[in-house]
């Protein structure tokens, strides 16, 4: 559900004539972007999870007026609301007197159960992964994905170097095999992403597995966790130039940007800062590889249902406009 308000949401909800605009999945959500696009004084969209709900579920007697608080108390005015949360709010809204019936019917507390469950999975937040060999981009495009869909980017890649530098008993276990250019056991991998995963921003704004899984092991461990992705994007490279990319990538320690000296020229100026990871050489490149292809086709087998495969041998802007395409497509799928 989005709610935008055509001013800034009054504190005294009761006694205001605010326009409200609830509309249901992801088309209001794409709308809001492309209003943001065109004039970009929209405010972001701000998503108020169960708990913000809930919180003012006690004090408010009907369900849009929770919509409001919360956006108040967040110092937004536009939100959108989970399924869950609306659910909350809207069963509050039945218990109260004076309950305003036509936002009841949009909530969808009303609908059957069967009804119910399905625009819940509508209203999911983003659950992507993208895979590919070593250095077919899927660093680059991800950081494009998160900066226009706001899910959180987990790249195990880049966990697992935090990790290493933080001295923790997984980085430490998994440096032997990572810098031999081998993958680091199921077993640490899964914990890891467990253990990220569940935390909240990544339940509330939806996430983006970047480097995960990368075997059949950790396909099936996702599931175990009861986690369904919604999106599987296979960037695909051929290997000479996958190799080619990994010799020339070079990263900036200060924001983290990925460049390579031929496709992606970083600035002159930050030139001496960059450094080149220690497994980006040929050789290591040929053993990531290896174990690349001994995997990529049974993860492929366990996500077919949901994978698009994209042409990752163009340049990172055209490769972007493909997933950029093919996100919007699914999200307009889904709202449909
Ligand atoms: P990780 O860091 O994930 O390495 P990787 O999979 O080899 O992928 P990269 O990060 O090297 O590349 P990328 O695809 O993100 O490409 P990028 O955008 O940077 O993992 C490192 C290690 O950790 C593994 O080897 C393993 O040991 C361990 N590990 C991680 N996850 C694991 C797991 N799940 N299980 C077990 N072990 C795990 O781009 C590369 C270069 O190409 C850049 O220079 C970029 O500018 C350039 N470039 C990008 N796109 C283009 C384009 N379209 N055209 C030309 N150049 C481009």
């Known amino acids: 559900y989005v709610a935008s308000f055509s001013t800034p949401p009054p504190t005294h909800l009761r006694s205001c004539k605010v326009s409200i605009q609830l509309s249901r999945g992801e088309n209001a959500r794409k709308e809001h972007e492309e209003r943001r696009t065109s ?32 956006a108040v108390c967040l110092g937004t005015n536009c939100c959108y609301v989970s399924a869950a949360a609306a659910a909350a709010a809207s069963a509050t809204a039945i218990k109260s007197r004076d309950r305003p019936t036509h936002f009841l019917k949009p909530f969808g507390v009303l609908q059957s159960n069967k009804r119910r469950s399905r625009l819940s999975d509508d209203r999911q937040p983003r659950r992507i992964i993208v895979m590919g060999g070593p250095a077919s981009g899927k660093g680059t495009q991800c950081e494009m994905i998160q900066q226009k869909y706001n899910v959180v980017h987990l790249s195990t890649g880049d966990m697992l170097r ?25 077993d640490l991998i ?14 509330e704004r939806g996430y983006l597995l970047d480097g995960f899984p990368r075997t059949r092991e950790q396909a099936l461990a996702l599931r175990r966790m009861g986690i369904e992705p ?26 983290g940007s990925i460049y390579h000296l031929k496709y992606r020229p970083p600035p002159q100026e930050i030139m001496d800062r960059l450094i080149t990871r220690s497994d980006d050489t040929e050789e290591k490149a040929k053993s990531r590889l290896e174990q690349f292809h001994a995997n990529v086709n049974a993860v492929k087998k366990i996500f077919r249902g949901i994978m698009v495969t994209v042409d990752g041998s163009g340049s990172p802007g055209a490769v972007s406009q493909e997933i950029g395409n093919i996100l919007e497509k699914k999200l307009a799928k889904c709202a449909a």
């Open 190 to 203: 899964v914990k890891l992403v467990k253990d990220r995963i569940n935390q909240p921003d990544c339940q």
């Open 39 to 70: 004039s970009p004084a929209t405010p972001p969209l701000t998503h108020l999870g169960l708990r913000s709900c809930k919180e003012y579920l006690s004090k408010m007697n009907h369900g849009i007026s929770i919509l409001l608080i919360a």
């Open 230 to 255: 919604d999106t599987f994007l296979f960037i695909d490279v051929p290997d000479d130039a996958l190799v080619e990319r990994v010799v020339g990538r070079r990263l900036d320690p200060v924001d």
């Open 162 to 186: 935090a990790s290493l530098a933080a001295k923790t008993e997984i980085g430490l276990q998994a440096k032997e095999y990572m810098d031999a250019g081998r993958l680091v056991p199921d």
